[in-house]
């Protein structure tokens, strides 16, 4: 009984159905990945990526995993047109965090920059930053915070009254002995730590919804149809890289994973819809989407069956890649799943471990459920 156990725990590992999810998680959310600078999280997502997938980037560091031999541009592969053909399921999430860019160095040494996704100014006060510099290596800086002795201590800032001091002593300096210029880009530096349930770090938007995609892959190995996963790029910039995403896959059925704002620990608690520790929010609309009823409707009976418990989102704000997705091509049935993040957009943020193992069941389950009939009665 015991060499059954060991001969199986073996088996499942060589098939990559069972991963570190703790490590994995940690990789992911330490990688340094503002928009447009995606290439580290694409690096730690190739070593994790399933037996029985390949795998490729685009020219915007789009990564694409997929089980057919042909590669993912040509996409007659994946037409779900095409009679002869299983329908394709794109299970898509975002690689990019949220970050900054130098924009011009001050004569002091201080460094001005430009935004790279959406901050709350107060959020960056006195924050420390990692700045990749010219020649790739990684220089510390922290978001000047005035001192109340200087007064001001009412004042709220904005972005452009911000500042990032590396200790340089002047422009030359940090040009030189630090090699900044316009252009390197920037993002929290932050340590991943675990406390009981629950996960600390930066970028769970939306690398927690990458490491779904991944875990989910490695389970759907034995899937019929063609299932595709895809970290796109430049999400928090205007949703550029599931644009291209989309075209490339042309999907019959798409899941987007998201790490959503929780809204637990600050909203009235008859407006709360995003709950830590509640299981996955699968979302009604947001600012870019209406979800299709009859999809919604799919999910949630799978999600009963299974005996995972989801939480249902109205958002009246801000969007995800399903935006670009479900309106792309000829139209294409599109579900949100999240799994919450408390203090999204923020450097520290929190997840629970049990949230992100139900994301992983719900997305495999839905996969499971699905079949050219369904997928068309939608």
């Known amino acids: 009984m015991m060499l059954a ?137 922290v978001i000047a915070a005035r001192a109340p002795h200087f007064g001001g201590m009412n004042e709220a800032p904005t972005l452009g009254s911000l500042i990032l001091d590396i200790g340089a002593a002047d422009k030359a300096e940090a040009e030189k002995k630090y090699k900044i210029a316009p252009g390197c880009p920037i993002v929290p530096k932050v340590d991943f730590e675990q406390q009981g349930d629950t996960l600390i770090a930066k970028a769970f938007d939306d690398r927690i919804g990458c490491a779904i995609v991944l875990e989910a892959l490695a389970q759907l190995q034995d899937s019929p149809l063609n299932v595709v996963g895809a970290l796109s790029s430049q999400e928090e910039v205007g949703i550029r890289g599931a644009k291209v995403v989309a075209n490339r896959v042309n999907p019959a059925f798409a899941i987007c994973l998201e790490g959503a704002p929780a809204d637990d620990t600050f909203s009235e608690p008859h407006m709360i819809q995003t709950r830590m520790g509640h299981g996955p929010m699968v979302r009604h609309i947001d600012g870019n989407m209406i979800a299709n009823p009859r999809v919604f409707r799919f999910v949630r009976e799978i999600a009963a069956t299974e005996g995972i418990k989801i939480q249902e989102a109205v958002r009246t704000m801000g969007g995800t890649n399903g935006g670009s997705i479900h309106t792309s091509g000829r139209g294409m049935p599109t579900i949100v799943i999240s799994c919450p993040v408390r203090y999204a957009h923020s450097h520290h943020s929190m997840v629970s471990i049990e949230d992100y193992k139900a994301c992983v069941a719900l997305v495999v389950a839905v996969v499971r459920g699905l079949s050219d009939d369904v997928i068309r009665g939608f």
């Open 5 to 141: 156990k060991m001969l199986a725990v073996i088996i499942g590992l060589k098939k990559g159905i069972k991963m570190d999810s703790i490590k994995l998680i940690k990789e992911l959310t330490s990688a340094f990945g503002p928009p447009g600078f995606e290439d580290d999280v694409v690096a730690v997502a190739k070593k994790y990526v399933p037996e029985g997938y390949s795998s490729q980037r685009d020219s915007i560091m789009n990564f694409y995993m997929y089980k057919d031999s042909k590669t993912i541009i040509d996409t007659s592969v994946y037409d779900h047109a095409s009679n002869d053909t299983a329908p394709t399921v794109l299970i898509d999430a975002h690689s990019d965090e949220i970050g900054l860019m130098v924009h011009a160095i001050k004569p002091n040494g201080t460094i001005v920059f430009h935004n790279l996704g959406g901050w709350v100014p107060m959020s960056l006060l006195a924050q420390k930053m990692i700045i990749r510099n010219t020649v790739g290596e990684y220089v510390t800086g």
